[in-house]
């Protein structure tokens, strides 16, 4: 996944009615720059609880809460990745459903994360608010918001071309009545292949409807929820990986504590990795949650590298049954080829083969 550079990560806590926390990091240049944050916490409003997190200036990032009159707090878990080469990151921050212009990326190699959303409606925030985001083209994003809302949605994210990354992208719906849809895809090395989705949901308002996923065979990957109160569609981006990048995938199923840690095999060189969740929603929430409410203590999950070995999972209450699959990348940070010319003889290259960017 290009040539990686350098990581920083932390965590800030959102308590009573904070709206905004800047945190200040060492300088980082955005169009080379992955930012990535899950979190914990809130409560049954999700007005409370629902966040988006943008780059503000070269050395801060800001995130944002949405308005709310309940006092519950959040703590949230951040990652910046940085590259020196063969990645491009452009970021946007949009205003409801439509369409943004892109500067022109190969769709074999561009991928979307989403950064979170932010709304104001006439009622609490609810998961039909989330925006599903997808290629239109090689130089358009839409951004699409399901039916039965009449919130105004603020999102925020990421288009990331990576010359070190062939992408597969699965555009599917589930219906009412369907909690399980599989599909197919080229067969990739699930050692080097890791998932990012996004959705919209036409009047579903449990967080239990919301799909994870997992690459379940080199040709398979499965989106997953524990209820079906209504339609979802979204958008998955299978990111294989075709440089030194390998991905760990970790699943636990049923589980009902509020922290799980997964042993990794092989250890992982922290400063140079990034643990997230496989699923659809803005803020890596757990998919396949058995809530049927929207308290967001019961569905939102924090993913951290604890160590070189330990992969953390944690939610802030263990009242209801989960099925995470945490991602665990680690980046290859061997430079690309550099020529030197020798008079009277041909050039010759050092470093891994590949163009700059």
Not at 143 to 149: F, W
Not at 152 to 162: G, K, L, R, W
Not at 267 to 294: F, H, N, Y
């Amino acid at each position: 996944m290009g040539v990686h550079e350098n990581r920083e990560s932390g965590s800030v806590t959102f308590t009573g009615t904070d709206l905004v926390k800047t945190v200040t990091v060492p300088a980082y240049i955005a169009s080379k720059t992955i930012l990535s944050f899950n979190y914990r916490g809130g409560g049954s409003d999700e007005d409370s609880s629902f966040l988006e997190a943008i780059k503000k200036s070269p050395t801060e990032i800001e995130f944002r809460r949405n308005a709310h009159t309940s006092d519950v707090d959040l703590t949230v878990e951040w990652e910046m990745n940085s590259f020196s080469s063969r990645l491009a990151v452009q970021d946007f921050t949009v205003t409801g459903p439509g369409t943004t212009a892109i500067a022109v990326v190969a769709l074999a190699n561009a991928y979307i994360i989403s950064l979170g959303v932010q709304s104001s409606g006439t009622f609490t925030m609810g998961g039909e608010t989330y925006l599903e985001l997808a290629f239109n083209s090689a130089t358009e994003v839409a951004h699409t918001l399901g039916t039965g809302t009449d919130s105004i949605v603020s999102a925020t994210f990421q288009v990331i071309e990576d010359l070190d990354a062939d992408v597969q992208t699965i555009s599917s719906d589930m219906d009412a009545v369907t909690d399980t849809k599989n599909h197919t895809i080229d067969a990739v090395v699930a050692g080097k292949t890791c998932l990012f989705g996004t959705c919209q949901a036409d009047g579903v308002r449990s967080l239990g409807d919301y799909p994870g996923l997992k690459l379940t065979t080199p040709t398979n990957v499965r989106a997953k929820r524990r209820l079906t109160a209504g339609v979802v569609n979204y958008t998955i981006f299978a990111v294989e990986f075709t440089n030194g990048t390998t991905v760990q995938q970790n699943e636990t199923l049923d589980l009902t504590d509020d922290v799980a840690n997964y042993t990794l095999s092989p250890a992982i060189d922290e400063d140079k990795s990034m643990s997230c969740l496989a699923c659809c929603t803005p803020w890596q929430v757990v998919g396949r949650s058995a809530s049927s409410d929207r308290n967001t203590q019961n569905a939102f999950y924090t993913s951290v590298l604890t160590t070189d070995i330990i992969n953390q999972i944690e939610s802030s209450f263990s009242n209801s049954t989960q099925d995470p699959v945490s991602q665990v990348i680690e980046w290859d940070d061997t430079p690309p080829v550099m020529s030197f010319p020798v008079p009277g003889r041909r050039a010759f290259s050092v470093g891994r083969t590949g163009m700059g960017f």
